[in-house]
């Protein structure tokens, strides 16, 4: 503040949303009796090359423009972080992003945060820091100078934050649910043991994203960790929960229609924002009709499967990664009409549209798929509802092998987060060891399929699940033999 013509200005490249709070915080100040004074009052956003966006900036202008008038002392807010949107009549609202705001402030010189009230739980989660959640800018301001709030309690956090991601989507059918399809619950489990993605192929009706439903329930449960990860992703996308739930820990399950655009799919946008495959981070992406997306928003996929992560650089915008370690699920027809090769069903398609149609999914993106299944036609002795069976093991009894095979990889490998999925070369060699005649299968697959050298990993990794799941120690040819046999389709009806 100083003397000169009364203006009130913002520097610092501030977005549209930024210049607007100088309505708000005047507006604000005015109605808890703190008028601007007649002077002429410049704010300054450093680093000015930076564009900042977004009303978080609303509070601690107001809070600087107190201390200029000289309301709060400057010793006050030394070492706080304050950040929210100010209502006109000085109500603090929520703001996106405060659990990674705040998780960023760990180890740094800063003591204690202010928040808004709706953001003070994704706040607490964060330890070492106080968290302050006032309501109101009169209770910051009186919190400042002689009324101190309470910190926020922590008390059952971890327990509330491992449960949070049933918000990602809707709780998990169980694979008892399915009757039939046995080679395709196989092809489920594995993928979950080992965080492989995963293709189903087959007529409409077959039940494929009814086996899609059931992946989360056979994943293992979130860590701590894992949950905080996500809410990180949550919290900038604006998904966090006002209230955490208890339970159940559900990893999250995206699944975007096929008309999502590439900038959906990925994340960007004007001010970037994260996309499908960043909100399925640690869970579960599931592409229904997969030649029905658009061939562009299909192909950004392929860096993002092999890097776990998705970098998203705007021209004159601030380059920007989001997380993206998705377990891929995908369905599909096998044609247009959807019954080419499916049984007494007659396809009505011509060879040229079964091959156009096909080939909307490109040899790349197939080639990072690691498990390619066919899921055919269930017959009536498996639907009768009559018969009363049920159909086949539940998810609690499949997610126990999982979990196990997984215990099994991280004992391996020393990671916590990583499946066999993620084995680098130098894992392969050392954990992926075959046999002569293993070897030998290996070649032969190779040269017939016409494979790439990532598929040749590809399905040792698959091979490695395989003998987790069995409790082997080394792969059996008889591994190596199911692995290969999910790699089908690359000859089927791709060659």
Not at 89 to 100: C, S, T
Request: hydrophobic share 40%; charged share 20%; with cysteine.
């Amino acid at each position: 503040m100083g003397p000169g013509m009364p203006c009130f200005d913002i520097v610092g490249l501030p977005g549209s949303s930024v210049k607007e709070s100088r309505e708000r915080v005047r507006a604000a100040l005015k109605n808890i009796e703190y008028a601007l004074p007649p002077k002429r009052i410049t704010v300054n956003l450093a680093p000015a090359d930076i564009r900042k966006e977004g009303p978080s900036f609303d509070l601690p202008i107001a809070v600087g423009l107190l201390v200029s008038m000289g309301i709060i002392e400057r010793d006050m807010i030394e070492g706080c972080f304050i950040t929210g949107e100010l209502s006109l009549d000085g109500a603090i609202r929520p703001v996106n992003g405060v659990l990674p705001m705040v998780a960023a402030l760990v180890g740094t010189a800063v003591q204690s945060c202010v928040v808004p009230l709706e953001n003070a739980q994704e706040a607490a989660l964060v330890e070492g820091v106080a968290i302050f959640a006032p309501s109101t800018l009169a209770e910051l301001v009186a919190h400042f100078t002689d009324i101190p709030l309470l910190p926020v309690q922590r008390g059952g956090i971890q327990a509330n934050a491992r449960g949070v991601y049933g918000a990602a989507g809707s709780r998990p059918r169980d694979i008892s649910e399915v009757k039939g399809q046995e080679n395709a619950k196989r092809a489920l489990e594995i993928a979950a043991a080992g965080g492989h993605n995963l293709l189903m192929l087959g007529p409409p009706g077959s039940g494929k994203t009814m086996l899609a439903q059931c992946m989360t329930g056979i994943l293992p449960d979130l860590s701590f960790a894992e949950a905080i990860e996500i809410s990180k992703v949550y919290s900038v996308a604006g998904l966090m929960k006002k209230q955490m739930a208890e339970v159940p820990q559900i990893r999250p399950f995206r699944a975007p229609h096929h008309s999502t655009s590439y900038t959906a799919l990925c994340g960007g946008g004007r001010v970037p924002m994260p996309g499908e495959i960043s909100l399925a981070h640690r869970g579960v992406l599931f592409l229904d009709e997969l030649p029905e997306f658009a061939r562009n928003a299909l192909e950004t996929l392929r860096q993002p499967m092999e890097a776990g992560e998705v970098t998203v650089a705007r021209a004159g915008l601030q380059v920007v990664t989001y997380p993206a370690r998705f377990l891929l699920l995908a369905a599909m027809n096998p044609c247009p009409c959807g019954h080419y090769g499916a049984g007494n069903s007659k396809c009505s398609c011509t060879q040229v549209e079964i091959s156009r149609y096909l080939n909307k999914i490109s040899g790349p993106l197939l080639d990072r798929i690691d498990i390619q299944v066919e899921v055919q036609r269930v017959s009536y002795s498996d639907i009768d509802l009559a018969d009363g069976t049920p159909g086949g093991e539940c998810s609690q009894g499949v997610k126990a092998r999982v979990e196990a095979a997984v215990r099994i990889q991280r004992e391996r490998s020393q990671d916590n987060a990583a499946g066999n999925a993620q084995l680098s070369s130098t894992q392969i060699q050392k954990y992926c060891r075959i046999d002569r005649a293993g070897s030998n299968m290996l070649k032969i697959a190779f040269e017939t399929m016409n494979l790439s050298a990532r598929a040749y990993h590809k399905i040792l990794k698959l091979a490695r699940t395989i003998a987790d799941l069995a409790g082997r120690d080394n792969i059996a040819v008889e591994d190596l033999a199911e692995a290969i046999g999910y790699r089908s389709l690359d000859r089927k009806y791709w060659r």
